[in-house]
């Protein structure tokens, strides 16, 4: 089992910047590829980006490329999300999520353990 907590939503205005951070505990968090995930109101829970175990490897979903910057410490157990420059559309709860296998797929399934996630709501 890993457990997951996120922390660092907020308000913010538009244009503003936020740094979420996800802090886990339990098995070896660097043998884990960790991502970010965000859920508006009566929307799908979507992809935001993701990062391998050693943190070589990234991927951001397009809405949030050039805007959102995905770094974990692994001697910290910890994963965090930078993001800047943001907009309205931003606004939702923000997950982070764990899981094994090859590559960083998008998809929800695709990862086991979840945070309960961090509210994010960028005011126009």
């Known amino acids: 089992q890993v457990q997951l907590v996120e922390s660092g939503g907020g308000l913010v205005q538009a244009g503003g910047s936020l740094r979420l951070s996800c802090a886990a505990s339990?098995?070896?968090?660097?043998?884990?590829?960790m991502s970010w995930f965000r859920q508006a109101p009566e929307k799908e829970r979507e992809f935001v980006g993701a990062?391998?175990?050693?943190?070589?490897?990234?991927s951001y979903s397009d809405s949030v490329k050039g805007r959102f910057t995905i770094s974990r410490n692994n001697a910290k157990n910890t994963v965090a999300l930078q993001m800047n420059n943001l907009r309205p559309e931003d606004t939702a709860v923000y997950y982070c999520?764990?899981?094994?296998?090859?590559?960083?797929?998008?998809?929800?399934?695709?990862?086991?353990?979840w945070g309960q996630g961090t509210q994010v709501t960028v005011s126009s």
């Open positions: 339990g098995r070896t968090f660097s043998n884990y590829k």
């Open positions: 999520a764990a899981g094994t296998g090859l590559g960083l797929p998008p998809q929800v399934h695709a990862y086991d353990y």
């Open positions: 990062i391998s175990e050693s943190g070589s490897t990234l």
